[in-house]
T-cell receptor, first 114, second 114 residues
């Protein structure tokens, strides 16, 4: 199984541009998450989804949008990119939201906004 | 809101030595989960060990063990017989039961020297 797949791995954007980070999981997990990791810091939750058609905000949702039309896919949309969005983005999934279920992380997407 | 604090930004030990990474957390919850994640230079987030707060027995996984002190809100990670492959960032994380999200500490950069 591929697990959690993120694309692209690297991207450079100009200020004001928009883009979508793609995330797909093949484990039939209900829960999916987007985190960002700023240099030298831990991960912070942007958005999460408990199932198809349901999404909710995390700690740092401003400047981002998500959708969950299928169980497998959870894309993250950046509108009007800003330098503050320079970060490494991680998608993750789990069967349920309980801590009894381990999160499986993707390999991360490094985004630079210039 | 829960917070997780890792007070050691960097640590360095010789191969085969034992090293302990510190983590404290702040919560008013009684039921929760604690985790240690490893992030090697590949950026992949890898679960090292997990502890359920209702379990008094400390979790162990091969060379990795924790010292969970619930009253003190402390959750340290001990790595025995350290190996070069243990070189990585280590993140302590907290999840309140039913919260659907992980709260991460700032991380400790561990270097194992040959």
């Amino acid at each position: 199984n591929a697990g959690v797949t993120q694309t692209p791995k690297f991207r450079i954007l100009k200020i004001g541009q928009s883009m979508t980070l793609q995330c797909t999981q093949d484990m039939n997990h209900n829960y999916m998450y987007w985190y960002r990791q700023d240099p030298g810091m831990g991960l912070k939750l942007i958005y999460y989804s408990v199932g198809a058609g349901i999404t909710d905000k995390g700690e740092v949702p401003n400047g981002y949008n998500v959708s969950r039309s299928t169980t497998e896919d959870f894309p993250l949309r950046l509108e009007l990119a800003a330098p503050s969005q320079t970060s490494v983005y991680f998608c993750a999934s789990s069967m349920t939201g309980s801590g009894a279920n381990v999160l499986t992380f993707g390999a991360g997407s490094r985004l630079t906004v210039l | 809101a829960q917070t997780v604090t890792q007070s050691q930004p960097e640590m360095s030990v010789q191969e085969a030595e034992t090293v302990t990474l510190s983590c404290t957390y702040d919560t008013s919850e009684n039921n929760y989960y604690l985790f240690w994640y490893k992030q090697p230079p590949s950026r992949q987030m890898i679960l090292v060990i997990r502890q359920e707060a209702y379990k008094q027995q400390n979790a162990t996984e091969n060379r990795f063990s924790v010292n969970f002190q619930k009253a003190a809100k402390s959750f340290s990670l001990k790595i025995s017989d350290s190996q070069l492959g243990d070189t990585a960032m280590y993140f302590c994380a907290f999840m309140k039961q039913g919260a659907q999200k992980l709260v991460f500490g700032q991380g400790t950069r561990l270097t194992i020297n040959p």
